[in-house]
C-alpha cells in the first residue's frame, strides 16, 4: 500500500512538472496567436533558400513557377482557396510527409519552413525579420485573413448527400475503389469465381503489402464479384462530386456532358456486371466485363490518356493535360 501511494507520489510530481513546462511554452506560442501569412512570417534569405530546394526537388512536378504540372499549382487563388482554410501547419505537414511524391520523408523541417516561405513570397506575400519556424506548435498559430476561411456549412440533410465534400482527389478515387473492384471483374475472364480455392504453394511467404492477405476468403468468389460490381455502379457519382479534383489540380469537369455520359456508362456498366453475376455464370461474367472495360476506356481516351495529347506533350504519361479534352 505504502509503495503504491509513494509511486503515485512521484508521479504526480512528474505530471506538475510536464504541465509546467508545457504551460511555459504555450504561453510562448500565445504571443503569436494573432499572426496571420500577411504579417511578414519569414524572411527574404530564408525565401532563397527555399527556392534553391524547390527548384531541385518540386520544379519538375510542380513548374518553375509553381503553376503546376504534373501536380497541382501550389500558388493562386484555387491554391490559397483549398490550404487557407487550414493553419499553416497543415501545408507543411503534407509537404514534409508526402513531397516529394516519389521520396516522402526526406526534407528536414528546416527545408520544408524554408520552401514554404518562398511559396509565400511567391504569392506575394511580404517578408518579415523573423524565420518561419519549423517548429508544429508555432506553425499552428499562423492562419490565413479571414476571407478565406471555411463558410460555415448548414448541416446536410438527406436530399443534399450529393453535396459531401470531396475526401480526395480523382486518381485516389480511381485507385482506392474503382481499380481493385475492376480488378475483382476481369478476374473473372480467367479464373470461375465458383471454382473451389486453392493456397498457392508458398503464398503464406508473401511479404510486403498485399490487400488481399486479410480476409481473402471471408465471402465466396461469387460475392467478391457481386459487391464489386455494386461498388463501381455505386462509385459513379462520386465522379460527378462537386469541388473534387485531379491529381494535378484542376477541377474534375463535372459539367461537361461528355464526362457526364462516361459517369453514366460507369454506372450502367456497374449494373449490368451485377446482373451477370447474379446468373452465377462465368461466361456471362466475363460478357458483361467487357462492357466495363469500353467505360473506364471510353472517359480514360478522352479525359486520361487521349493519344494526340500523349504524342504531343512532352512527358509520356502527360498528367499535367489529364482532365481536360
Ligand atoms: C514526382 C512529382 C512530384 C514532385 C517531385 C513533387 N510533387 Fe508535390 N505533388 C505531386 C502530386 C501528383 C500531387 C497531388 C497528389 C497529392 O496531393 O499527394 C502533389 C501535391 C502537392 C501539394 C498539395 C497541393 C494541393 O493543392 O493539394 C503540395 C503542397 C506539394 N505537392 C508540394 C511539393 C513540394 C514542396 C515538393 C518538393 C519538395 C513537391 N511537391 C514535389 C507531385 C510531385
Ligand atoms: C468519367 C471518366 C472516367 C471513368 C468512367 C473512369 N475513369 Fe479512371 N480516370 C479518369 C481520369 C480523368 C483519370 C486521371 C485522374 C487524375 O489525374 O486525377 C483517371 C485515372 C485512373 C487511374 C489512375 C491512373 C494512374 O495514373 O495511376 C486508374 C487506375 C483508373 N482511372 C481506373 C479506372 C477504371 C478501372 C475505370 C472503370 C471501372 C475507370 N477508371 C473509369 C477518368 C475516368
Same mark, same amino acid.
Given at each position: 500500500?505504502?509503495?503504491?501511494?509513494?509511486?503515485?507520489? @512521484?508521479?504526480? *510530481?512528474?505530471? $506538475?512538472?510536464? #504541465? /509546467?513546462? %508545457?504551460?511555459?511554452?504555450?504561453? +510562448?506560442?500565445?504571443?503569436?496567436?494573432?499572426?496571420?501569412?500577411?504579417?511578414?512570417?519569414?524572411?527574404?534569405?530564408?525565401?532563397?533558400?527555399?527556392?534553391?530546394?524547390?527548384?531541385?526537388?518540386?520544379?519538375?512536378?510542380?513548374?518553375?513557377?509553381?503553376?503546376?504540372?504534373?501536380?497541382?499549382?501550389?500558388?493562386?487563388?484555387?491554391?490559397?482557396?483549398?490550404?487557407?482554410?487550414?493553419?499553416?501547419?497543415?501545408?507543411?505537414?503534407?509537404?514534409?510527409?508526402?513531397?516529394?511524391?516519389?521520396?516522402?520523408?526526406?526534407?528536414?523541417?528546416?527545408?520544408?519552413?524554408?520552401?514554404?516561405?518562398?511559396?509565400?513570397?511567391?504569392?506575394?506575400?511580404?517578408?518579415?525579420?523573423?524565420?518561419?519556424?519549423?517548429?508544429?506548435?508555432?506553425? @499552428?498559430?499562423? *492562419?490565413?485573413? $479571414?476571407?478565406? #476561411? /471555411?463558410? %460555415?456549412?448548414?448541416?446536410?440533410? +438527406?436530399?443534399?448527400?450529393?453535396?459531401?465534400?470531396?475526401?480526395?482527389?480523382?486518381?485516389?478515387?480511381?485507385?482506392?475503389?474503382?481499380?481493385?473492384?475492376?480488378?475483382?471483374?476481369?478476374?473473372?475472364?480467367?479464373?470461375?469465381?465458383?471454382?473451389?480455392?486453392?493456397?498457392?504453394?508458398?503464398?503464406?511467404?508473401?511479404?510486403?503489402?498485399?490487400?488481399?492477405?486479410?480476409?481473402?476468403?471471408?465471402?465466396?468468389?461469387?460475392?467478391?464479384?457481386?459487391?464489386?460490381?455494386?461498388?463501381?455502379?455505386?462509385?459513379?457519382?462520386?465522379?460527378?462530386?462537386?469541388?473534387?479534383?485531379?491529381?494535378?489540380?484542376?477541377?474534375?469537369?463535372?459539367?461537361?456532358?461528355?464526362?457526364?455520359?462516361?459517369?453514366?456508362?460507369?454506372?450502367?456498366?456497374?449494373?449490368?456486371?451485377?446482373? $451477370?453475376?447474379?446468373?452465377?455464370?462465368?461466361?456471362?461474367?466475363?460478357? +458483361?466485363?467487357?462492357?466495363?472495360?469500353?467505360?473506364?476506356?471510353?472517359?480514360?481516351?478522352?479525359?486520361?490518356?487521349?493519344?494526340?495529347?500523349?504524342?504531343?506533350?512532352?512527358?509520356?504519361?502527360?498528367?499535367?493535360?489529364?482532365?481536360?479534352?
Amino acid at each position: 500500500m505504502r509503495f503504491s501511494f509513494k509511486r503515485s507520489g @512521484k508521479t504526480l *510530481t512528474f505530471v $506538475a512538472l510536464i #504541465a /509546467a513546462i %508545457a504551460g511555459s511554452s504555450t504561453l +510562448a506560442v500565445r504571443a503569436q496567436q494573432s499572426q496571420t501569412v500577411t504579417q511578414g512570417v519569414y524572411t527574404q534569405q530564408q525565401a532563397v533558400r527555399g527556392q534553391t530546394i524547390y527548384m531541385e526537388r518540386c520544379s519538375s512536378c510542380h513548374s518553375e513557377s509553381l503553376a503546376g504540372g504534373l501536380g497541382p499549382p501550389l500558388t493562386g487563388d484555387d491554391f490559397i482557396q483549398y490550404w487557407g482554410k487550414e493553419p499553416l501547419s497543415e501545408l507543411a505537414n503534407k509537404i514534409k510527409a508526402t513531397m516529394p511524391q516519389k521520396e516522402p520523408g526526406t526534407l528536414t523541417g528546416q527545408q520544408t519552413a524554408d520552401i514554404v516561405a518562398y511559396m509565400l513570397q511567391t504569392g506575394k506575400l511580404s517578408p518579415g525579420r523573423i524565420e518561419l519556424s519549423a517548429d508544429e506548435a508555432v506553425l @499552428k498559430q499562423i *492562419t490565413w485573413p $479571414a476571407g478565406n #476561411a /471555411a463558410p %460555415a456549412k448548414p448541416p446536410l440533410s +438527406a436530399g443534399q448527400i450529393s453535396s459531401f465534400p470531396p475526401a480526395g482527389n480523382l486518381t485516389q478515387v480511381m485507385r482506392g475503389i474503382l481499380f481493385p473492384s475492376s480488378n475483382i471483374v476481369f478476374t473473372a475472364q480467367t479464373v470461375d469465381p465458383g471454382a473451389p480455392r486453392v493456397v498457392p504453394e508458398g503464398a503464406d511467404r508473401v511479404s510486403g503489402f498485399n490487400w488481399v492477405i486479410w480476409s481473402s476468403d471471408i465471402y465466396t468468389g461469387w460475392e467478391f464479384i457481386d459487391y464489386a460490381a455494386v461498388s463501381l455502379a455505386e462509385s459513379a457519382p462520386l465522379m460527378l462530386t462537386p469541388g473534387r479534383r485531379c491529381e494535378n489540380g484542376k477541377p474534375v469537369p463535372i459539367d461537361d456532358p461528355d464526362w457526364i455520359k462516361f459517369t453514366m456508362e460507369l454506372a450502367e456498366a456497374g449494373k449490368a456486371v451485377y446482373k $451477370a453475376s447474379q446468373t452465377r455464370n462465368q461466361e456471362t461474367v466475363s460478357d +458483361a466485363s467487357n462492357q466495363l472495360n469500353d467505360a473506364c476506356f471510353n472517359c480514360h481516351e478522352v479525359y486520361r490518356d487521349h493519344p494526340e495529347r500523349v504524342m504531343r506533350a512532352e512527358d509520356p504519361s502527360n498528367k499535367a493535360a489529364r482532365c481536360t479534352k
